[in-house]
């Protein structure tokens, strides 16, 4: 592995997970990071994608420097043959190579406008520092993908699946806010690298970019896709085909008891943070069928494996 930018750069997510779960078990400090430093570049909010990764680098004996880069970094202009006379103080080509300099792998979050499509789909400033970065990038949830979280979710649902193949369903919720596709985008992609039966189910609007779904089941009945789930997955999202829009703000497809009671008992995942009784009520939250924070605590070892992976790489 040597970036870490989407769910394509997984050799083997079998042999990856085992070394997240083997990783979970020592939870304890090596030596391979040692003398290196990972930069974080957090151009939105973040507490788990933080705070997770922070850790997990220093598990490996890895230095940290974290930057709110939206907040105290110059603006960055990510645009070739710019004229930068406008608001834009530092262009992307010096920002990357002086962090490369810094730094033995940079890891960026920056999340998507919502507004342009397109420019949603260049995923700029994740493509910018893999582009002009002389060291390798991780993806901390960029426009399109959340891949730490897809591979800690991929784990979640190794460590409790059963014998049998489960059938795992993501779901739509509501929100008051326009969400990026990112975490829905990744988790469809990482299911559909393992031994399970997937189906998304949303409101008619709502259908995720088919490139990505390809051939996974979408029904727009959610009650028919609950049916026998033995995991689901909750989130909202922002229309894909009318981009960035808000079409639904329906409470019927909250995730409450009644929804829990179509599944096969299914254990319960989101990614958090998730809006209390918008789109998962209190009564599944507090439930025992409810996985978040063991999903979230799976964040620091899913981090560690990626970042130990490169680390090994980098060696080479
Ligand atoms: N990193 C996990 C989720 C981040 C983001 N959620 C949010 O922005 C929720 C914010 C709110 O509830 O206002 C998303 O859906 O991609
Ligand atoms: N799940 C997740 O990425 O959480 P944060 O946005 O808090 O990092």
């Known amino acids: 592995m040597k970036n870490y930018t989407s769910l394509e750069d997984i050799e ?3 042999e990856l997970i085992f070394e997240a779960r083997e990783l979970k078990k020592q939870n304890s400090a090596a030596e391979v990071g040692k003398g290196k430093t990972l930069g974080m570049l957090f151009f939105n909010p973040s507490l788990r994608t933080r705070l997770s990764t922070e850790k997990a680098a220093k598990l490996l004996g890895m230095e940290v ?3 709110n880069a939206d907040k105290d970094g110059w603006a960055l202009e990510f645009e070739d ?3 930068m006379n406008s608001n834009k103080a ?3 080509k010096e920002a990357a190579a002086v962090l490369s300099q810094y730094c033995d792998i940079i890891a960026v979050r920056a999340f998507p406008g919502l507004v342009d499509r397109e420019k949603d789909e260049a995923d700029v400033v994740l493509a910018g520092f893999e582009k ?6 991780v993806n901390l949830e960029s426009a399109t993908g959340h891949p730490l979280q897809a ?3 991929a784990m979640t649902v190794s460590e409790l699946k059963g014998e049998k193949k489960p059938k795992v369903v993501l779901t739509w919720a509501p929100h008051p806010r326009a969400l990026p596709q990112a975490v829905p985008n990744s988790f469809v992609e990482v299911m559909q690298k393992m031994d399970v039966d997937l189906v998304v189910t949303n409101p008619e609007g709502y259908d995720l970019n088919p490139a990505i779904t390809k051939d996974t089941p979408v029904v727009h009945e959610q009650a028919e896709a609950l049916k026998d789930a033995d995991f689901v997955y909750v989130k909202n999202w922002s229309s894909y085909e009318q981009y960035g829009k808000i079409l639904s703000e329906d409470p019927v497809w909250t995730f409450d008891n009644k929804k829990l009671g179509l599944t096969n008992a299914a ?3 989101h990614c958090l943070p998730v809006r209390r009784n918008v789109v998962i009520a209190d009564e599944v939250l507090d439930g025992k ?3 978040v924070i063991q999903q979230a605590g799976n964040r620091t070892f899913a981090a560690q494996a990626v970042l130990k992976r490169i680390l090994e790489n980098s060696k080479k």
Do not use: F, Q, R, W
């Open 12 to 14: 083997n997510l079998e």
């Open 151 to 153: 591979l800690t979710d």
């Open 81 to 83: 043959g710019a004229v």
């Open 90 to 92: 530092e262009h992307i």
């Open 289 to 291: 069928n409810s996985v």
């Open 132 to 137: 002009y970065a002389t060291v390798p990038v």
């Open 267 to 269: 254990k319960i995942m």
């Open 65 to 67: 420097m974290v930057m």
